[in-house]
């Protein structure tokens, strides 16, 4: 095929990142075209599903249809067995079904008039002085004055224009069970080195009586076995075996996680955004809310970049400075975090969570604990038991 189209703004993948800023540009008139190479929006999914209530409100999502269960509860295990209990009766997150969610957000950038191609990969991008040109796997030829990299955590448009990389990727393994005894209400998450180093595991009810979950868990790149072995052995451990034992697999997915929000996410004519710029919690592996957050502030920094036809780093710098004074200071405190959880061994992570079994700390971990912002808990937390100070200082030097 030889064509060659124009619009003022080429969006590179329909993850739920892309469709939102391709959403957010075309209700303010501003002509985009949004390219994704699968043949079908929110397919597959790689993704546990689980985001907070601020994710409907802030972007202004029904949750009718996307939402499968509400979670009020989170049970921590320890590796030798202890067990956190945080939350109550009000609902602390949702699991939601990425496949409506990722379709939801793209058909209503197709309805505020983006226009979407499917099966169609950006495999070249070059830029000159005047415009992007863009070259998709079918040989259409696009020209767009600014293109937006969604296209997730290996993003070409990131390497093609020389963007840093990521700190780290997160290698994570999932799958979707059938026969589960969970209670519907309460997330379990296992943690230590021996079931999923760097990271953990987890257990997500995907119905109110617990009897269907999703099941996964990730580890670091340098763990030393590999992700399949540790999900076999997931299976059969002892800690899950109460939840797990009756079930059987009914899909299997996988995929990374991008962390450390990478320092530069501007260039001439090129910004990054969502995965591909590793806007991702780092304690969590939540990509879907501070991408979305900053998507709002990606459309409204390119929406006047168009109108005012600027196109620098220097115009574009406002996305990036805003990230970073918004969400991005979470995300970084939430790197320091790791640091800390990644230093940790399985004797104290046993230490710590047998510790944190005290009803004054499970109960100010309840009132200020949020997934979204999970440094917030620190002064409360720290004001309650001063003693771990202590940790902190000594495995951050
Ligand atoms: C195991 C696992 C569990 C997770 N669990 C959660 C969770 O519970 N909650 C949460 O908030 N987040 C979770 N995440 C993270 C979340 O899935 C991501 O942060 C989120 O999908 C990022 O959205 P995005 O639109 O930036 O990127 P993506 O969803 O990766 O979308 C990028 C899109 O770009 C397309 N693309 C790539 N290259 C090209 C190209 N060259 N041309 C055209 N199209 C292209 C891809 O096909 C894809 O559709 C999880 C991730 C993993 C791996």
Known sequence: MESSSYYEVAVIGAGPVGSYVAKTLAEQQVSVVLIEQHKTIGC?????????KRVFETFQIPPDDI???????AHIHSPSGHKLCIGGDKPHAYRIDRSIFDRYLSNKAQKKG????????????QRDPQRVNIETSKGRHIQAEIVIGADGPYSRVRDIFGFPQPKEFLRGIGAQLVDTNLDGSSVEIFIGNRIAPGFFAWLIPTNEKGT?????????KQSEQSLKTYFKQLFNDTSLSSFISDATISYQTGGVIP?????????????????????VKPTSGGGIYPGLLCARYCAQTVREAIQEQRYTTEFLQKYQDECRQDIGKELSK?????????????QQFDRYIKRFQQKNIQETITEYGDIDYPSRLVKPLLKKTPSLLRLVSHLVT
């Open 44 to 52: 597959p999914v790689n993704c546990a599903g689980l985001v907070s």
């Open 67 to 73: 939402v499968q269960n509400t979670i009020t509860t």
């Open 114 to 125: 983006a226009e979407l191609l499917l099966s169609e990969k950006a495999i070249s991008l």
């Open 212 to 220: 269907a979950a999703h099941i996964g868990l990730c580890v670091h």
């Open 259 to 279: 962390l450390g929000p990478l320092k530069q996410i501007v260039d001439e004519r090129v910004v990054l955004v969502g995965d591909a710029a590793a806007q």
């Open 334 to 346: 939430g790197m320091y975090f790791r640091k800390i959880f990644t230093g940790l061994s399985d």
